[in-house]
């Protein structure tokens, strides 16, 4: 039976959800995501559904093949890394997090959500190797479905995906996943910024922490390593320390710079064993526009 254009837009509907996730977890960019959402539903328009007996898999399968293209087409635009510190490196690219006030209310929601450490470490997989993990690992998809997409065996495909978990699980100690523990150093990195405290912000600090600041095209990005360089750049933000505020980043705490409400930069920290060992910082006011952040003016504020 031939379906009205209004049941294919309701069934689609039911799906974008999904595949919207599918397609952050692939891309760590909510703009990007949204694009390989809708192409699937103009390939959906042009094909129809008539001869798809599982439209959830069929979609699932057309992002997957969007995904890649997007994800080798990035990688053969990507420049060759620069030194650390130097402006302008593919390696200071954060990706896109899910920024959230921190209250008990999304607090609860965490457990949906994708830590930034875990979105770098997917950036330096091989884009088919990203697939095979993202759609097998975190969406159950059978190797038999993502073979034909990465244009391998199924046995192949396995590989992929094995060897990309190894690498997933192998890139670092795994972090802090204690709330309660990261909002008290976030409270005391507030502090520390707020009066100016350098060596309170040492303390915070694993001595091999990994700064990455992304500030936009043209910008003084940069890749920073070491306590002392991370506290010294961390001082520089310092004049939004007033109208800065704890959040929800991913699925662990963060701060948001917002002052009179519009947000001026995303924090994001990995932490291990009470200590930072990572940060990552979004001042790009582009990147910003399109994370959909909507935060509350301070009624405090001057």
């Known amino acids: 039976m031939v379906q009205s254009d209004t049941d294919l837009a309701a069934r689609f509907e039911t799906e974008r959800g999904r595949l919207r996730a599918v397609a952050y977890r692939m891309l760590g960019s909510f703009s990007e995501a949204e694009d390989a959402v809708q192409e699937s539903w103009l390939r959906l328009q042009r094909d129809g559904a008539d001869d798809v007996r599982n439209l959830s898999g069929w979609l699932t399968t057309v992002v997957g093949r969007i995904c890649l293209d997007m994800l080798r087409t990035r990688a053969s635009r990507r420049e060759d890394p620069l030194e650390a510190g130097e402006a302008g490196s593919a390696e200071t690219r954060v990706p896109d997090p899910v920024v959230r006030t921190a209250d008990p209310v999304h607090e609860a929601e965490l457990a949906d959500s994708v830590g930034l450490a875990l979105l770098v470490v997917l950036d330096t997989l091989a884009p088919a190797e990203r697939l095979a993990f993202v759609l097998h690992d975190m969406f159950a998809v059978p190797f038999e479905e993502l073979a034909p997409i990465v244009e391998r065996t199924p046995a192949a495909t396995r590989q992929l995906a094995s060897r990309a978990r190894r690498r997933v699980s192998g890139a670092a100690v795994p972090p802090d996943t204690d709330i309660a523990r990261q909002r008290v150093v976030v409270e005391a990195w507030l502090a ?3 009066a100016g405290d350098f060596e309170a912000l040492l303390e915070l600090l694993d001595p091999d922490v990994l700064l990455r600041v992304d500030a936009g095209p043209g910008t003084a990005s940069k890749l920073v390593r070491g306590a002392l360089e991370v506290a010294g750049q961390a001082a520089l933000y310092g004049r939004t320390a007033p109208v800065s505020h704890p959040a929800f980043v991913g699925d662990g705490m963060g701060i948001v710079a917002a002052p009179g409400g519009e947000v001026y930069s995303v ?36």
């Open 192 to 194: 520390a910024t707020r």
């Open 267 to 302: 924090l994001a920290f990995t932490f291990r064993g009470g200590r930072v060992v990572e940060v990552d910082i979004i001042a790009d006011p582009a990147r910003l526009a399109t994370l959909g952040i909507e935060w509350p003016r301070d009624p405090d504020e001057v």
